[in-house]
T-cell receptor, first 111, second 114 residues
Framework: GQSLEQPSEVTAVEGAIVQINCTYQ??????LSWYQQHDGGAPTFLSY????GLEETGRFSSFLSRSDSYGYLLLQELQMKDSASYFC????????????FGRGTSLIVHP | EAGVTQFPSHSVIEKGQTVTLRCDPI?????LYWYRRVMGKEIKFLLH????????ESGMPNNRFLAERTGGTYSTLKVQPAELEDSGVYFC????????????FGPGTRLTVT
């Protein structure tokens, strides 16, 4: 079967750096996405990694290691507004961009 | 540019009733997806339209769910008759064909079946 594992909750303080890990077991793998969702809001696309390595977009970076079936989202210079749920999602079918989502990690940023 | 919009934002219905959810994707996005999230669980795929055609409906739970996409523009998802387990948040998303992995989600419709 397919499964994605990510921590259910992570807490950190403003200004800190936090890493949210995601491990996956899927029948196929073509890419890993990250989405952010604030309470009651729409999931917002953050990043997509198809190849190994680190992708940086401002304060957020996403990493992928296909050999380890592992990725992470790195958030730097944390701000209160970063408090949200973060979902990793795997694209597991060639020719299809339908993601399989993890259960999400609730990030709580304290002052 | 307007984002993905969904209507209604909330719906409370009784078991056995019918509800129709609507999604307006971003203009020009051929791909339209429906997802559902039951409280505390993962976001699950329901189906995918490319323009007006159903590309993949493998996630539709049963024949009580019917999705349409008229003229390749807006889409509706009808649940008839609704059951208690249908409660959850229904998200719609759209994407452009050339950047299909970047999906834009709507705010969701929170459906409660009592």
């Amino acid at each position: 079967g397919q499964s994605l594992e990510q921590p259910s909750e992570v807490t950190a303080v403003e200004g800190a750096i936090v890493q949210i890990n995601c491990t996956y077991q899927t029948s196929g793998f073509y890419g890993l996405s990250w989405y952010q969702q604030h309470d009651g809001g729409a999931p917002t696309f953050l990043s997509y990694n198809a190849l190994d390595g680190l992708e940086e977009t401002g304060r957020f970076s996403s990493f992928l290691s296909r050999s380890d079936s592992y990725g992470y989202l790195l958030l730097q210079e944390l701000q209160m507004k970063d408090s949200a749920s973060y979902f990793c999602a795997v694209r597991d079918q060639r020719g299809s961009y339908i993601p399989t989502f993890g259960r999400g990690t609730s990030l709580i940023v304290h002052p | 540019e307007a984002g993905v919009t969904q209507f209604p934002s909330h719906s409370v219905i009784e078991k056995g009733q019918t509800v129709t959810l609507r999604c307006d994707p971003i203009s020009g996005h051929d791909n339209l997806y429906w997802y559902r999230r039951v409280m505390g669980k993962e976001i699950k795929f329901l189906l995918h339209f490319v323009k007006e055609s159903k590309q993949d409906e493998s996630g539709m739970p049963n024949n009580r769910f019917l999705a349409e996409r008229t003229g390749g523009t807006y889409s509706t998802l009808k649940v008839q008759p609704a059951e208690l387990e249908d409660s959850g948040v229904y998200f719609c998303a759209s994407s452009h064909g050339t950047v299909a992995y970047e999906q834009y989600f709507g705010p969701g419709t929170r459906l409660t079946v009592t």
